[in-house]
């Protein structure tokens, strides 16, 4: 099954995969993510304690962190709310807090909200409430809500929002990851395995940045092996 067709069964609500569990002991939501067992792990856990908590995800482009956070969205459906950091405002965010209620808020490049913005997660985060004062009139709540969000750059977070998550550090991939992840995600889409093999050596060797993206895209385009050290030698 590729990745969409996991999380378009995930959203249909036809499997109860939110809370069964695989034998690695994460819950099987995070199954099209290939490796991370233990950040796996310790989001299931997250995602199962009473209270709520708060994880941020840390770590280098094109390492998972956004699909962390879309298979959260997709599991929980109405409970979750997505919302994607440079187009997140403050006002944006407390109607969507107020009027969705969420009970799990995932936040994409949270780095991108504006410092001013992000004062709002820091009185959310700390008590689940939620007030807003508008001309004369002021609204509050009481959420129970868990926040996930990812970030590339910490140095553009406040210290206070940062020191309400959990700091999880998804290291880059190392070249037997890379292989292997990559391998796996281009036999998902189907691509010959020698043009497969090809790309990802290629792209690890040749690129300053290697990245699982240009891998697909190079692997995707190229009719045959030849062609993925003359696609890659074209590239910026
Ligand atoms: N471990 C993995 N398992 C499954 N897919 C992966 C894995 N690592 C990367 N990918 C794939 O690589 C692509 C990039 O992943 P994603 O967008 O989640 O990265 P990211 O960490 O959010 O990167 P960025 O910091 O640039 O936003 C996606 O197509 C994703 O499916
Ligand atoms: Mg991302």
Redesign the pocket.
């Known amino acids: 099954m590729t990745?969409k067709e996991t999380l378009m069964e995930l959203w249909r609500g036809s499997c109860d995969s939110s809370t069964s569990e695989s034998d690695s002991g994460h819950l099987r939501i995070f199954d099209?993510?290939?490796?991370?067992n233990k950040v796996k792990r310790t989001i299931s856990l997250v995602l199962k304690t009473k209270k709520p908590a708060n994880v941020l995800?840390i770590?280098?482009?094109?390492?998972?962190?956004?699909?962390?956070?879309?298979i959260i969205h997709k599991a929980f459906g109405k409970e979750s709310v997505f919302a994607q950091g440079y187009a997140t405002t403050k006002a944006g965010l407390t109607d969507a807090l107020f009027n969705n209620t969420p009970k799990y808020l995932c936040i994409?490049?949270i780095e991108e909200m504006s410092k001013a913005d992000q004062a709002i997660l820091l009185g959310f985060m700390g008590n689940g409430r939620v007030s807003e004062t508008k001309r004369s009139s002021t609204r509050e709540t009481n959420l129970k809500t868990w926040v996930f969000a990812?970030c590339?750059d910490i140095t553009k977070l406040k210290k206070q929002v940062f020191d309400r998550f959990i700091p999880i550090e998804?290291k880059p991939?190392t070249r037997a990851?890379f292989e292997s992840?990559g391998l796996?995600?281009l036999e998902r889409e189907h691509i010959d395995p020698e043009i497969a093999k090809e790309a990802i050596r290629i792209v690890y060797e040749k690129r300053k940045q290697p990245?699982?993206?240009t891998v697909?895209q190079v692997a995707g385009i190229a009719e045959n092996v030849k062609d993925v050290e003359d696609i890659v030698s074209t590239l910026k």
Do not use: A, C, Q, V
Not at 59 to 70: A, V, W
């Open positions: 990745i099209p993510i290939i490796e991370h995800l770590g280098p482009p094109g390492t998972s962190k956004t699909l962390f956070l879309e994409d490049e990812t590339n998804i991939y990851e992840i796996e995600l990245s699982l993206r697909m």
